[in-house]
């Protein structure tokens, strides 16, 4: 491979018979350097091309205006709208942004995790992926001063600052609304512990069946990973095997889009025989073409929010801010009927 013909100071420098600290120093607006060096140096860095080493640049200054932001799956369009509320304020607050996907692995996580931290960027906004949690790396990165904030999942063993929705009171309202429509078979889709959102909304899955006085069926409570094709085998064979619900509380959009076509391939209507509710209003389970109760997280406003407070634990002075910050929700009830259906 032939090495890179990059732009440097020191080129700059020998064609204008100046040391590169003056070169520096010009670009930066040094106050010890002249006006029309300043400008001499300017006009000829622009010619050239020249753009400023980011990697020297963090040595020198200790801070790269890098920021990390990892996402658990680029199908999902809640991850796709925080990212771009992060990405754009992130550029308001002079910071770049690199993105970086775990497809809900841990292993693969801990690799994103460990590039972020060679690139020396100055704070990650992650979303933990389930199961193994990377507890080793993280200790690493606070070692190294890097700062982490939770968005949508939390870490409950550690206190970083987090931006969420209240995932219990979200599907409390959700599994209310189903019940509201005098289903009383409800059926709890995906994982109901580890992750965080999991759990909790397991919880208010719960918390609304007893607000109902409806008792809880075992069978009713399906546990399965958060893919589409899990979520399929799991619903469909709970719809071989006799179990009848008629409303499912599915715990994110994959597993949403799992279950709906496990139920169409069964025979069964959408929303007539069963009600399927989701969570973060994701596009993906508009390809279903069945109406659905959904719940908006407000992605875009998790992502800016969750920028705020990575940027003001990075610059503080003082001790860092660790506090947990929820955005607000809003129950919708999403139109698709290619086929008729009364509506939920």
Same mark, same amino acid.
């Given at each position: 491979?032939?090495?890179?013909?990059?732009?440097?100071?020191?080129?700059?420098?020998? !064609?204008?018979?100046?040391?590169?600290?003056?070169?520096?120093?010009? !670009?930066?607006?040094?106050?010890?350097?002249?006006?029309?060096?300043?400008?001499?140096?300017?006009?000829?860095?622009?010619?050239?091309?020249?753009?400023?080493?980011i990697l020297a640049r963090t040595l020198i200054q200790h801070r790269s205006f890098l920021l990390g932001v990892i996402i658990p799956d680029l199908r999902i369009s809640f991850f796709s709208e925080s990212s771009r509320g992060i990405y754009e304020r992130a550029r308001k607050r002079n910071y770049e942004t690199i993105l970086m996907v775990h497809d809900e692995k841990h292993e693969i996580e801990k690799e994103n995790l460990e590039f972020l931290s060679d690139l020396h960027v100055d704070g990650i906004l992650l979303n933990p992926a389930p199961g193994k949690f990377n507890y080793d790396v993280y200790d690493k990165l606070v070692e190294e001063g890097i700062q982490i904030v939770c968005y949508d999942r939390k870490l409950d063993d550690y206190n970083f600052p987090s931006v969420?929705?209240?995932?219990?009171?979200?599907s409390y309202i959700l599994t209310c609304e189903m019940l509201r429509l005098r289903r009383r078979k409800i059926l709890f889709l995906g994982p109901n512990k580890g992750i965080s959102v999991a759990r909790e909304r397991y919880l208010g899955y719960l918390d609304a069946l007893s607000a109902y006085k409806v008792a809880l069926n075992p069978d009713y409570v399906i546990p399965s990973d958060l893919s589409q094709t899990h979520s399929y085998e799991k619903m469909k064979s709970a719809l071989d095997r006799g179990i009848e619900p008629d409303a499912v509380v599915c715990v994110g959009a994959l597993v949403a889009y799992g279950a709906g076509n496990a139920i169409l391939d069964s025979g069964l209507s959408i929303p007539d025989d069963i009600i399927l509710g989701e969570f973060g209003d994701n596009d993906?389970?508009?390809?279903?073409?069945?109406?659905?109760?959904?719940?908006?997280?407000?992605?875009?406003?998790?992502?800016q929010a969750a920028v705020d407070l990575l940027v003001q634990n990075i610059e503080a002075k003082e001790k860092v801010v660790s506090e947990h910050i929820i955005i607000e929700t809003k129950l919708l009830r999403r139109e698709y009927g290619i086929r008729r259906h009364r509506s939920v």
């Open positions: 491979m032939a090495p890179r013909n990059k732009v440097t100071l020191k080129k700059i420098a020998e !064609l204008l018979k100046v040391t590169p600290a003056t070169v520096s120093k010009a !670009l930066h607006d040094s106050s010890d350097i002249s006006d029309a060096m300043r400008k001499k140096v300017k006009k000829t860095a622009d010619k050239l091309g020249y753009r400023p080493n969420t929705i209240d995932d219990r009171k979200a993906i389970n508009s390809r279903l073409g069945v109406p659905f109760l959904t719940i908006n997280q407000n992605p875009y406003k998790i992502g």
